[in-house]
């Protein structure tokens, strides 16, 4: 865990907090994997470099609204199929998987769950990800038949980002899947 996601980890547990209760907690977590503890002033340095992230209000300081999700609904469909929705709700930690299959002649096969992921686990990693950097939309030239279609929306406390795209990614699309497929259970993409 590096300081910026142990800071949010903090902020996240007690919601706002002062510079010195942070560092306390700090050099806390810091005593289990370090051996030095955290100088007070570098604390403040790191809160400070990292402005699109933290709020400071005085000695206050608060996860930016816009860094701070509250829903996200991912979107992912391509011929033949399935189409698949999961929808995180990072205020009550739950979420939901849909899976549509659409022209199926018989039985209809059954993604098998392996085992269901963490809602706060997931969230670590959506951090790392900067979906809020993502470019909107993500296309190759050309005609696309039977492409991939897939689109993100996070809905934050300040903002809503809307990601989609066809046929294209952004670079952090392999780890999304991966932290989608750990939570969910299912191998989606």
Known sequence: MNYYEAIIMILEKRGPATIHLIWEEMN???T?????D???????????????????NGDLVSIRPERDPVKLTFKLSGYPG???KVTVDFIKGT????EWHFNLKGRVPRS???????VEEFKKDLYSLHIWDWEKDYQIDGIIVD?????VVLETKGETFVREGL?????????????????TGVHLC
Request: charged share 25%.
């Open 147 to 151: 492409g991939t279609s897939w689109s």
């Open 82 to 84: 399935p189409e698949v």
């Open 38 to 56: 955290l100088d007070i002033v570098h604390l403040e340095s790191i809160i400070g470099l990292k402005r699109e992230w933290f709020m400071l």
């Open 32 to 36: 289990i994997t370090r051996d030095e």
């Open 167 to 183: 046929d294209s990614f952004p670079k952090e699309w392999k780890r999304f899947c991966r932290s989608m497929s750990q939570l």
């Open 112 to 118: 098998t769950v392996k085992q269901l992921g963490s």
């Open 28 to 30: 806390k977590l810091m």
């Open 95 to 98: 979420f939901t998987f849909f």
